[in-house]
């Protein structure tokens, strides 16, 4: 049996595994993580990197493993030991992106833009990509040769400085709370962060040409008091608290039409995201008269997309 069917079908034992009623709490609370990071505009049919990928390699379950570990565990002994090694490879790969620096064929170098590790793959799926050209992919190893598992995307060479930036700033965050923190940890625990990113450049390529289509419009005020600005955002009845990370506090603020904008609150700033001018005018008005004194404007300006990125 080759490699690629015995990788279909240890996935797909996988998830006959996952239908047992011990995982059903936790795949619900997997569900609703993955939705409350990846946005509702995320989980649609342009999905690339699906939820059952990151659920079975990436989800860390309460017990500290991931699925992939918790099937390898119970069935270690019905498994061959190329399904065993196989698995193994699988459990220790993660989500990155690799840009393209030579081709030859359909045969690529490739070097990750995190970890600067190269690796050669055949690149017969991507016969369009050119050198510089991103590719976001899950790489494993076999018999001394390199090839992405699952499904993997096309990113264009524009956007590798946006992404650069914003992941190396939110791994210097990781590695601030974790000293001896490597890329390779990072990235396995951050593969949503990824996914973000590029499920938005994959709009942007598949969609419009007109990259001012994802202009946010953003408001900022500068506040000493997070906790009372938290509870007075929470008892207006058209604010609703998202989600929280790690001290810092995600709102929707809706209207009889939809949501209105996005707050972000944290230590000494709230930021209000809008689509529109005219939704921001009257978000900005509703906000300041509801904190008063306890916020000073400091800026509006719009963010393009490579600083959403």
Known sequence: MN????????????????????????????????????????TNDKMMIDFNSWLIYD???????????????????QLSQKESELI???????????????????RGLLRDIFTKIDVFVNLEKFHKA????LILGRMIEIKNRSKFV????????????????HILLKYEEYKGKNRYA??????????????????????????????DEYNVLQSIYLIDDLKTIKEILQKHKEIQL????????????????????????????????????????KVKKIIE??????AKHYKDEVVGLEDIL
Request: hydrophobic share 35%.
């Open 3 to 42: 490699y690629e069917n015995l990788e279909m079908i240890i996935e797909e034992n996988i998830l006959k595994f996952l239908l047992d009623d011990e995982f059903r709490k936790d795949i619900e609370e997997a569900k609703a993580y993955f939705d409350r990071s990846i946005g509702e505009e995320g």
């Open 59 to 77: 989800y860390i379950m309460k017990d500290g493993n991931t699925f992939i570990e918790k099937y390898h565990e119970r069935m270690k002994g």
């Open 88 to 106: 193994q490879r699988k459990i220790n790969s993660y989500l990155s992106i690799y840009e393209i620096k030579e081709l030859n064929e359909d």
């Open 130 to 133: 050119q050198c510089k050209d």
């Open 150 to 165: 699952g499904n993997s995307i096309y990113i264009p060479a524009i956007f590798k400085n946006a992404i650069e930036k």
């Open 182 to 211: 490597t890329w390779q940890e990072f990235l396995k625990k951050n593969s949503l962060l990824l996914q973000k990113y590029v499920d938005v450049i994959t709009d942007v390529t598949k969609e419009t040409d007109d990259k």
């Open 242 to 281: 998202d989600f929280e990370d790690d001290g810092s506090y995600y709102f929707k603020f809706f209207d009889k039409e939809g949501i209105l904008a996005e707050i972000v609150l944290e230590k000494n700033r709230i930021e209000l995201e809008c689509n529109s001018e005219k939704d921001r005018i």
């Open 289 to 294: 008269s509801i904190l008063g004194d306890l």
